[in-house]
């Protein structure tokens, strides 16, 4: 009986390992023929059924490789990119547009400085423009957010809505993306820059420093030309913390810093002085932390790019999603030291599902004294006679699902200030303004009526990710 079992076993292994060799050729073969045609010369329409094809095939080979053994070894050996399914295959249905196959594309790499906090993760703090060719990459220029400047007006169209949640304030390209929806941020920048420079970009592409840290894991470290070495671990530290201090007489040479850091990564990539599997764990926890998003200017690109995390869409269909997203409104630099915890916890699943968000935040730095007058900006209106050295202001939003109702807020220790509701696509918003001196914290609620499905949480890509807990469940 043993013998038998151990037999079939092995049966199922050979069958497995033949049918798993068939589709890996089948889709090198279709891979090999699509990336020929990346650089040749091809019409949308082949271009797209060839890039739907490789998805196919793709799409085909993870579900394969979700077999419970095959899945296991994967993860130990930290290969398993199941987690990024839906944007490998989106990516690869809108690549021929995206990598320039039928024509030349133009993006900004907007660098997001998420020491101080915007809807998409940070502060736009400096910039790369590059051009994608036939899928080859080339930097055109860089330079930080010195060089650009701001309009009175947003340079695009936006909802009603958006106006009356953000005003005219994203008009300044400080704020272009305080929304979480990040196409409204890239359109807005890229509608900025062709006010400034004449010249209509393609699509934008938001990193920040905790994201370049995990490409620098597959580059190894890199040199500035000062003979300074700057690596994976140091790389955030560096960027938005100790820079500051170091050019706390000269916030153009601090800005400079960074764009030389951008340089040098982006030179040992378009080199490919890089390790491919760890290049792929990059992009893959960047993904999943929300810090690399995409955003195209082509519709059928961008169609696809609006069902996966890299889009960035804060979606409108039903869902059951939750966020909790800061907005810096005092343009100091301590977001950096803003610990986030997040309860979602279902209260009822009779009739409406209830479901309540409790948001703890914490100023985590110490004391404000010693640090750069820069980093401890407090360009705020209203602000409290007996300011702390290091007391932070910003704004909470806590989203609830599409089409649900905001339906109770508390404060700790609070009954009056307690905020207010707005919606942002189809989401209810209760919008709290938050002050916390050094070492305090503070925990709002919010509770919400609706949703569809397994609750979710979208977590804004700060320095500290947000420690989440998820109850219950309808």
């Known amino acids: 009986m043993r013998r038998r079992i151990i037999r079939i076993l092995i049966a199922i292994v050979i069958i497995y390992t033949v049918a798993l060799s068939i589709q890996a050729g089948l889709t090198a073969l279709h891979a090999k023929s699509y990336v020929a045609s990346l650089s040749g010369e091809y019409d949308r329409t082949t271009l797209d059924n060839q890039s739907n094809q490789v998805a196919s095939d793709v799409n085909r080979l993870f579900t394969l490789l979700s077999v419970p ?10 290969v398993d990119f199941s987690p990024i399914r839906d944007e490998v295959v989106a990516t ?31 502060i736009l703090g400096a910039f790369a423009i590059i051009d994608l060719n036939k899928s ?10 010195a060089v650009l400047y701001s309009l009175k007006d947003v340079p695009v169209k936006v909802p009603a809505e958006f106006t009356k949640l953000y005003g005219k304030n994203p008009a300044i390209l400080q704020n272009s993306n305080l929304s979480p929806h990040f196409p409204y941020g890239a359109e807005i920048w890229m509608g900025l820059w062709k006010k400034q420079f004449g010249e209509q970009l393609d699509g934008v592409i938001a990193v920040d420093p ?14 500035l030309a000062s003979g300074e070495i700057i690596t994976s671990e140091n790389v955030v530290a560096e960027t938005l913390q100790k820079a500051y201090k170091r050019y706390e007489k000269d916030n153009n040479a601090r800005k400079q810093y960074l764009v030389d850091i951008m340089n ?11 390790s491919k599997v760890e290049m792929a764990k990059a992009i893959k926890r960047g993904l999943i932390e929300n810090r690399i998003l995409l955003y195209s200017r082509d519709q059928e690109a961008q169609k696809e790019l609006s069902t996966v995390r890299l889009g960035g869409f804060l979606s409108k269909d039903p869902n059951n999603e939750y966020r909790a997203v800061i907005q810096n409104i005092d343009a100091s630099k301590l977001d950096y030291y803003l610990k986030r915890s997040v309860v979602v916890e279902t209260k009822s699943c009779k009739n409406i599902q209830q479901t309540q968000v409790r948001v703890k935040l914490t100023n985590t730095l110490k004391s404000g004294v010693g640090l750069p007058a820069y980093v401890l900006t407090r360009a705020d209106k209203g602000k409290p006679a007996d300011l702390v050295t290091g007391q932070h202001r910003f704004k909470l939003f806590i989203y609830g699902p599409t089409n649900a109702k905001l339906v109770s807020v508390l404060r700790e220790n609070r009954e009056d200030g307690l905020g207010g509701g707005s919606t ?3 989401r209810p918003i209760y919008v709290a303004d938050v002050d916390l001196a050094p070492g305090e914290s503070e925990e709002l609620l919010a509770n919400f009526a609706g949703g569809v499905g397994n609750i979710s949480f979208v977590d804004q890509p700060l320095v500290i990710p947000t420690e989440l807990s998820v109850k219950g469940g309808c």
């Open 210 to 223: 905790s994201s370049l840290s995990y490409v620098l894991k597959a580059t190894g470290p890199i040199t």
């Open 69 to 78: 053994v095959v899945k296991q070894i994967a993860s130990v050996a930290g």
């Open 92 to 122: 690869i249905k809108a690549s021929s547009w995206l990598v320039g196959a039928d024509a030349p594309k133009r993006y900004m790499i907007a660098f997001q400085n998420s020491a101080e906090a915007r809807g998409t993760g940070g």
């Open 424 to 426: 942002e696509r189809g």
């Open 264 to 274: 040098a990564a982006a030179s040992k990539i378009t080199s490919g002085q890089f």
């Open 136 to 145: 080859a990459l080339t930097v055109v220029r860089t330079g930080s957010n």
